[in-house]
């Protein structure tokens, strides 16, 4: 059975970077998406990226310049680093895994094109990370 | 971005009762729309996909409807197991989430 699990610093200062991994067990992160998802008092729940074990990524627009994931699959595990963080970045930090839809349409002018959808189905448990001098 | 709004915030229900949460997105996202539960201190649960395609695992007793802008998430009789907090979330175009219904014990 497939198990996600958060890790890394529960406390880290402003101005400086979140690090955490996530590491997966009871499965291969072979052709895998991995998403980062936060959850605040005051934000709810937020989707920050999703990266892919072949390393493309899309990460939401108004985190990108402070967001980097990456993944190593020999140890199936994928991270993620919020840079110059705030106490608005106090959360719960959830990976979870994202499953893909593809829907392909025909172009008028020949030739198709392709179309991806991704939600979460597999959550790991979530890790709380406050930023406080 | 993609605003989502839930409808009502807090419901109070008791065992047995049909429950019904309604989810809005700010312009149209065809089917692109998930449910989850979540309890506290717990992860969020996938119930639902592409708007009414239940997660397998799921009770038959969890469904959805509706497509666009509009959408609902129906437990057609709650059980005990099911006082949680319900959220809906958008993956049409990035993704975001609604600000969640709670269902509590009349």
């Known amino acids: 059975q497939l198990q996600l699990q958060e890790s890394g610093p529960g406390l880290v200062k402003p101005s400086e970077t979140l690090s955490l991994t996530c590491t997966v067990s009871g499965g291969s992160i072979t052709n895998y998406y991995c998403s980062w998802i936060r959850q605040s008092a005051g934000k709810g729940l937020e989707w920050i990226g999703h990266i892919h074990t072949s390393g493309s990524m899309r990460y939401k627009p108004s985190l ?15 991270s993620l680093k919020l840079s110059a963080v705030t106490a608005a970045d106090t959360a719960i930090y959830y990976c979870a895994r994202a499953r893909e839809e593809i829907v392909v349409e025909s172009a008028a002018l020949g030739g198709d094109y392709y179309y991806y959808f991704y939600y979460m189905d597999v959550w790991g448990t979530g890790t709380t990370v406050t930023v406080s001098s | 971005d993609i605003q989502m709004t839930q409808s009502p915030s807090t419901l109070s229900a008791s065992v047995g009762d049909r429950v019904t949460i309604a989810c809005r997105a700010s312009q149209s996202i065809s089917r692109w729309l998930a449910w989850y539960q979540q309890k506290p201190g717990k992860a969020p649960k996938l119930l639902i996909y592409k708007a009414s395609s239940l997660e397998s695992g799921v009770p038959s007793r969890f469904s959805g409807s509706g497509s666009e802008t509009e959408f609902t998430l129906t437990i057609s009789s709650l059980q005990p197991d099911d006082f949680a907090t319900y959220y809906c979330q958008q993956y049409y175009s990035f993704s975001s989430f609604g600000p969640g219904t709670k269902v509590d014990i009349k």
């Open chain 1, 64 to 78: 990108q310049s402070r967001v980097a994931m990456s993944v190593d699959t020999s140890n199936n595990r994928f």
